[in-house]
């Protein structure tokens, strides 16, 4: 059995009714985020969730809105005083990306909390109790390449 809590489902604009995209997972004692756009924290406080227990960030694809609420998320869990590692999962593009922007944030390797990034490949990417989460790749087209002249 598992848990998801959609703590923001809206494209790249937040309404006042949606956030950014943010889903948390819990499920054998395991706590993780799919995505984390801006305004997580507090949707994740509303949810009565809190932060303690959290241990990975798997990032879905390269687009900032599921990205930009990491840098506030790793400060609050550093105010917190969390000790456990934040591991941060994503496509090498993306922990690239990521890492720049977290360096630009806090002065790499000393973050307020330790990170690891975890660059993605094809199979499981963590697994407890009985579930396990796995990766894929896919492939997608531009979209000019499904446009009729």
Partial sequence: MFEATF?????????????LP????????????????????RQM???????????HVLLTHAHLDHVLGLGGLIATLGLMDLRETLRICGSRERMHFVAQYLGSLFPLPRAPVALEFVELQPGPVLTAGQFTVSC???ISSPPWATMQR
């Fill in 22 to 41: 943010a889903v948390l997972v819990q499920a054998a004692g395991e706590r993780f985020l799919i995505d984390c756009g801006e305004g997580t924290q």
């Fill in 136 to 138: 894929f790749p896919v």
């Fill in 45 to 55: 406080l509303r949810a009565g969730s809190g932060f303690r227990r959290l241990g």
């Fill in 7 to 19: 703590l923001g489902t809206a494209a790249s604009t937040p309404s006042a009714e949606r956030g």
